[in-house]
């Protein structure tokens, strides 16, 4: 402020200088004394009024050079901090990828495994239908290689022999198919398993019989 009121006073001061010396030139005649004296005075004021104007124009340009210094290191800094929340995110995005993919994998391999016990107990479980069915034509077998006669009372033991095992490998069946509901029901609740439905190998050809057809049947062997 106070460079700006010494360039405004020393302007005053050469402007005031030079009506002066025109106001001597044309009053006293070209007096050299007073001619020279305010010459000197219009030197001086005009170097003092053109030296603070200098030093008020370097001054106005120190202060934008300041300024564009200091608007380039606050973008700098405003790229440096998005260069580090970009850093950090990358670094953070990493790390859960990494904990995810882990994850996923410990995941797959529960997965898999309980496949595997699933295959286990099915394979079980079917290894026991087959068991199953060879007693029930091995029965049957026996069955029809007993040595009886073909009478009517012969014929009523033999389907009431036919019918009681027949009932008892019904309630074999039922009883692994009870098992097997049960591993079908695990096997729905994990993602991506598929649950193969077991059906009987054999069926029993004699369920539907009634006693007139199975007397029917021996009156014709016996014959």
Not at 12 to 36: P, Q, R, S, W
Request: glycine share 4%; with cysteine.
């Amino acid at each position: 402020m106070s460079k700006k009121l010494n360039m405004i006073f020393f302007g005053l001061c050469l402007l005031t200088a030079i009506i002066l010396e025109v106001y001597c030139i044309h009053i006293t005649n070209g007096d050299l004394f007073t001619f020279v004296g305010i010459g000197v005075v219009v030197i001086i004021t005009g170097y003092l009024f053109f030296d603070s104007l200098r030093s008020r124009w370097n001054e106005s340009l120190h202060n934008i050079k300041n300024e564009l210094e200091n608007m380039h290191r606050e973008e700098m800094e405003s790229v440096k901090s998005s260069l580090s929340q970009l850093c950090d995110l990358q670094k953070a995005t990493y790390a859960a990828t990494k904990k995810n993919t882990k994850f996923l994998q410990e995941e797959i391999k529960d997965i898999l495994e309980n496949l595997d016990t699933l295959q286990k107990e099915h394979g079980k479980a079917i290894e026991e239908i087959v068991k199953l069915q060879k007693k029930s034509m091995e029965g049957q077998k026996n069955a029809l290689n007993l040595n009886l006669n073909y009478s009517k009372e012969n014929t009523r033991q033999l389907m009431d022999l036919f019918q009681g095992e027949s009932t008892r490998l019904g309630q074999e069946q039922e009883r692994l198919f009870v098992s097997l509901s049960q591993l079908k029901d695990q096997n729905a609740k994990l993602p991506k398993a598929e649950a193969k439905e077991i059906k009987p190998i054999y069926e029993d050809p004699n369920k539907n019989l009634t006693n007139e057809e199975i007397s029917s049947l021996f009156d014709a062997y016996g014959k």
